[in-house]
């Protein structure tokens, strides 16, 4: 079994971001950048599943600027086997990347694809499902668990109000909750090890994919400050604010 992981560098999680003067977007200069979260997990599970023997390749594929090397060489100490970047330096929407990894995995053949279920930088919870769809395969999104079964993936879903079981017929697509696993640290060792994998540059152009954006941002703004507080002296002045100041009742 072949397993095709799809990791984005984004900005770290831990960063405060800040939005340009411009408003045209958010700072990018002297930030950490690191692998998405979820895609983390998306790596941790390929990595399971070759450990228990149900898996024999795994190949990491990420879109973005040559610096998304460090993401790839990430992935590739946790435990993956080789590595694909499609370097571009125009800013690339959901569509655009699915439409790269539609052709990655054309050309790669792999049983599961593993996606994170959002990018934490423009949380589109897009691409797993428009790769889906552009290959036409089943897809799998938001999974807490995956069990390999005999050609089959079975995949638990985090739904509204519960867990959803569904059974898909292998090659699909899988995108990753946070409840999947809890990817480990990359050692020294490994990553000394990850310097000598293999990776793959190639250009949209290579793929015959135009990744033009579809989408204009027209601006982008902080979320507006908390007001201050106030203490109210007593049940009733609370029940007047709650009626008609902040009107939630009637
Ligand atoms: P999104 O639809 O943008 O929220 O992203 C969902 C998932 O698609 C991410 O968790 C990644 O697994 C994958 N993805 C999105 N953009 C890229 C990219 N530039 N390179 C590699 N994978 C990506």
């Given at each position: 079994m072949k397993i095709l992981v799809a990791v984005k560098r984004v900005v770290d999680y831990n960063v405060k971001v800040r939005v340009?003067?411009?408003?045209?977007?958010?700072?990018?200069?002297n930030v950490k950048m690191s692998m998405n979260p979820f895609d983390e997990i998306a790596v941790e599970e390929a990595v399971r599943l070759k450990e228990a023997g149900k898996a024999n390749e795994i190949i990491v594929v990420s879109m973005g600027p040559?610096?998304?090397?460090?993401?790839?060489?990430?992935?590739?100490?946790?435990?993956a086997d080789r590595g694909i970047l499609v370097q571009t330096?125009?800013?690339?929407?959901?569509?655009?990347?699915?439409?790269?990894?539609?052709?990655?995995?054309?050309k790669e053949s792999p049983d599961l694809v593993i996606l994170g279920k959002q990018a934490i930088d423009d949380d589109s919870n897009q691409t797993g499902q428009m790769l889906a769809a552009l290959l036409n395969w089943p897809?799998?999104?938001?999974?807490?668990?995956?069990?390999?079964?005999?050609?089959?993936?079975?995949?638990?879903?985090?739904?509204?109000?519960?867990?959803e079981t569904v059974d898909l017929k292998i090659p699909c697509i899988i995108t990753t909750d946070l409840r999947?696993?809890?990817?480990?640290?990359?050692?020294?060792?490994?990553?000394?090890?990850?310097?000598?994998?293999?990776?793959?540059?190639?250009?949209?152009?290579?793929?015959d994919v135009d990744v033009m954006p579809r989408l204009t941002t027209l601006k982008v703004e902080e979320p507006e400050g908390r007001k201050g507080g106030v203490k109210v002296p007593d049940v009733a002045a609370l029940v007047?604010?709650?009626?008609?100041?902040?009107?939630v009742i009637g």
């Open positions: 340009k003067a411009d408003k045209t977007g958010v700072e990018l200069s040559t610096a998304a090397q460090e993401t790839i060489r990430t992935a590739l100490a946790m435990g330096d125009t800013e690339l929407q959901p569509l655009a990347v699915s439409k790269l990894l539609k052709k990655v995995a054309e897809q799998g999104t938001f999974a807490s668990k995956v069990e390999l079964g005999n050609n089959t993936a079975k995949v638990t879903r985090e739904i509204d109000g519960g867990l999947l696993n809890e990817p480990r640290y990359a050692s020294l060792p490994n990553i000394m090890k990850a310097k000598k994998k293999a990776i793959d540059i190639m250009t949209p152009d290579d793929l007047d604010k709650l009626k008609n100041e902040a009107k």
